[in-house]
């Protein structure tokens, strides 16, 4: 029996990654002979020493073709984004400018008694903590200007668009405007019933994420990459995703990870959801694989203030990663979360019998527990503003409790807060 001749892309080895493997044989069945116009959505990783005489010559390999494009820079990749054909693709790979060429995949968006249970009202009631002066960047399909961010005082300092590009902050699925108060909602519509853990901290709301709740990798790297940019005018300290998409490779070489990464190492605390394909092992997504970054699993509260009936949600996804690592990092309520709706949005459209007086939605899922998560660290920031995000990271762990069977516990935000107050002190007391 003769074995069968590798096609081309079979042959390229680490100039394309499996993603785009997998995309460019389902295209050679329909397209054998690689005639078709029709194209799949890239990532173009150039090499660091790549010249502007070698990325001009990669680029003027586009022009003037009405169905292959290579967009704009994304400088903290080194890397264009854009459409091309399989000939186009077989073409690029071995230009001396091309590093790799990445499968612009599909990314997916995945409180009252939560911020009661993981003891946040303590820190606003003790410790008179809040979040104030502390920015939360919300990645995911914008946000809605709901009184509960937005009275007493605006608290949405900035919102992008890289989806519509419009310039007032809105929020046509509804995904985003949750997640922004289960970090921060001050309980303005619900008598203070309804709040998140830092009720006064300021929002950066970055539409990635379309009405489906939908994106590209290329999308959420941009928007990653503009946090970084304006991390210093709009006091920036936290990133949260609640979002990911299939884990096909390590995070050393994962396009999404390596940007949550270079956002970390310049400062930024970033939260990841692990994902929602529990109860099933080694389902973690991306970026939520980076061993760097906090990734958040999602605790089921039972609905109640009692933190030792708290259990796993069974649809938070598992550990380990595809490096074997151990994830998640901590665990937050993410089970039956109430928190801002979108008015019109698809959420609203799609479960209105979830809806709650008007002004809330209750929602499940790592997407909920993951900006809980980030309103704890901006509690943490506000009482010691000097923590990089790996004290950060190390604290939560720390004072979780290990009432969940896993290795990391359950969030506990008095006990993080305190421990970050004196963090300072009891390091240099150490070493």
């Not at 230009?95 to 995945?110: K, S």
């Not at 929602?363 to 909920?368: A, E, I, P, Q, R």
Request: aromatic fraction near 6%; hydrophobic fraction near 35%.
């Amino acid at each position: 029996m003769t074995e069968r001749k590798q096609v081309w892309f079979e042959e390229a080895n680490s100039r394309l990654d499996p993603g785009l493997v997998g995309q460019l044989m389902k295209k050679r069945i329909e397209d054998p002979n690689e005639t078709s116009e029709d194209t799949l959505p890239v990532i173009v990783k150039v090499y660091q020493n790549c010249t502007k005489d070698m990325k001009k010559d990669l680029l003027k390999t586009c022009e003037g073709d009405s169905c292959n494009t290579l967009n704009d820079d994304m400088e903290i990749l080194h890397s264009l984004y854009g459409d091309l054909t399989p000939k186009k693709i077989r073409e690029l790979k071995d230009h001396e400018a091309v590093e790799r060429i990445f499968y612009d995949r599909d990314v997916t968006a995945f409180l009252d008694v939560a911020s009661k249970e993981i003891n946040a009202v303590e820190v606003q009631q003790d410790l008179g903590l809040t979040g104030k002066d502390i920015t939360i960047a919300v990645i995911d399909s914008g946000v809605f200007p709901h009184p509960d961010l937005t009275k007493p005082e605006n608290r949405i300092v900035a919102f992008k668009d890289f989806v519509n590009e419009q310039e007032e902050p809105y929020d046509d699925n509804g995904h985003g405007t949750h997640c922004c108060g289960d970090a921060a909602g001050n309980g303005h519509q619900s008598n203070g019933k309804y709040t998140g853990p830092a009720p006064a901290a300021s929002i950066v709301g970055v539409k990635v994420l379309n009405e489906k709740g939908g994106g590209k990798l290329s999308t959420i790297i941009r928007g990653i990459e503009w946090c970084m940019k304006h991390r210093e005018k709009y006091g920036i300290r936290i990133i949260s995703l609640s979002l990911g998409a299939e884990a096909y490779e390590s995070y050393r070489d994962d396009p999404l990870t390596q940007a949550t990464q270079k956002a970390w190492h310049s400062g930024i605390v970033v939260c990841a959801a692990a994902g929602n394909d529990g109860p099933s092992r080694s389902t973690i997504s991306t970026p939520a694989i980076d061993p760097f970054i906090i990734t958040v699993g999602s605790a089921d509260d039972q609905n109640t203030v009692t933190r030792s009936d708290a259990v796993i949600s069974k649809f938070s996804s598992r550990g380990p990663t595809i490096d074997e690592l151990v994830k998640p990092d901590i665990y937050a309520p993410g089970s039956n979360i109430i928190s801002l709706l979108s008015p019109g949005s698809a959420l609203e459209k799609q479960i209105p019998e979830r809806v709650i007086d008007e002004n809330y939605v209750s929602l499940s899922g790592t997407s909920m527990a993951t900006p809980i998560c980030a309103g704890v660290i901006a509690l943490m920031i506000e009482a010691n503003p000097q923590l990089s995000p790996n004290d950060i990271k190390s604290i939560l762990q720390a004072t979780s409790q290990p009432t969940l069977a896993d290795k990391w516990g359950y969030i506990h935000a008095k006990a993080a807060v305190e421990m970050a107050k004196n963090y300072v002190q009891q390091v240099q007391k150490v070493t």
